[in-house]
């Protein structure tokens, strides 16, 4: 049984950075999706970045890119989000999520195994 723990998340003020981490337990295999999402009061749940554990590849939502770093630790069983120029409207719960998978998924649909979520809040 794969299981998702999200750590990292916090308070911080807008032009900020935080690292949320990702760290995966139980049986793993090499094709993994992993992905984080986010979800603001309100609204649903929305993609925000992917990386394939077999090739690295990487997808980002449009608002994030330039700001945003996914990357993973294999040996670690770890993934991160690096966020940096941190603003307002980036404040949500953030969640991991997994799919046993070698393709970038970005639909929420699709996924399978979720973290408990992180709080971000941005001040501004």
């Known amino acids: 049984q794969v299981q998702l723990v999200e750590s990292g998340g916090g308070l911080v003020q807008a032009g900020g950075s935080l690292r949320l981490s990702c760290a995966r337990s139980g049986r793993t295999f090499r094709s993994y999706t992993m992905a984080w999402f986010r979800q603001a009061p309100g609204k649903e749940r929305e993609f925000v970045a992917v990386i394939s554990w077999s090739d690295g590849s990487t997808s980002y939502i449009d608002s994030v890119k330039g700001r945003f770093t996914i990357s993973r630790d294999n040996a670690k069983n770890t993934m991160y989000l690096q966020m940096n120029s941190l603003k307002p409207e980036d404040t949500a719960v953030y969640y991991c999520?997994?799919?046993?998978?070698?393709?970038?998924?970005?639909?929420?649909?699709?996924?399978?195994?979720w973290g408990q979520g992180t709080q971000v809040t941005v001040s501004s």
């Open positions: 999520a997994a799919k046993y998978s070698s393709r970038p998924i970005t639909n929420r649909n699709d996924y399978t195994l």
